[in-house]
């Protein structure tokens, strides 16, 4: 059965701290793509800078857009202080929820673009080379 649904997920490291370097953002670009395969979902983008990050997957009818993000970011968390990832006097922590949106098919193409900009969108909390997309 096809479907089209689409989410456009966001959040926030905790007191929006610039806690997501170049290794955090580097776990974070092999982790979520791996998370959304496992809840079934399918991942279009995902825009990380410093203090927050940005997903839009199409998912399947019954995802849960709770679990997925709260197992991205607690395993995200867990994987940086057992691996050592950035300053380990400032661990990735993150805010208590989450913001997401419903993107219709017609704009899909909108969306993904925006996501995918977000190093240009906020400059000073860009990140090199984390615009992703499959």
Same mark, same amino acid.
């Given at each position: 059965? %096809?479907?089209? !649904?689409?989410?456009?997920?966001?959040?926030? *490291?905790?007191?929006?701290?610039?806690? /997501?370097?170049?290794?955090?953002? %580097?776990?974070?670009?092999?982790?979520?793509?791996? /998370?959304? %395969?496992?809840?079934?979902?399918?991942?279009?983008?995902?825009? /990380? !800078? *410093?203090?927050?990050?940005?997903?839009? !997957?199409?998912?399947?009818?019954?995802?849960?857009?709770?679990?997925?993000?709260?197992?991205?970011?607690?395993?995200?968390?867990?994987?940086?202080?057992?691996?050592?990832?950035?300053?380990?006097?400032?661990?990735?922590?993150?805010?208590?929820?989450?913001?997401? *949106?419903? !993107?219709?098919?017609?704009?899909?193409?909108?969306?993904?673009?925006?996501?995918?900009?977000?190093?240009?969108?906020?400059?000073?909390?860009? /990140?090199?080379? *984390? %615009?992703?997309?499959?």
């Amino acid at each position: 059965m %096809r479907h089209r !649904v689409y989410f456009h997920l966001v959040w926030t *490291t905790q007191d929006r701290m610039p806690l /997501i370097d170049e290794d955090r953002a %580097r776990c974070l670009r092999r982790l979520v793509p791996t /998370i959304a %395969r496992e809840a079934g979902a399918h991942l279009m983008g995902l825009g /990380i !800078v *410093t203090t927050h990050l940005h997903v839009l !997957v199409r998912v399947p009818p019954g995802f849960d857009c709770g679990r997925f993000v709260g197992r991205t970011k607690s395993v995200s968390a867990l994987l940086a202080r057992r691996d050592r990832l950035g300053d380990q006097s400032r661990p990735l922590r993150w805010v208590e929820g989450y913001s997401v *949106t419903s !993107v219709g098919p017609g704009e899909v193409d909108r969306v993904q673009q925006y996501v995918l900009g977000q190093s240009r969108r906020h400059p000073r909390e860009a /990140i090199g080379g *984390t %615009r992703t997309a499959d």
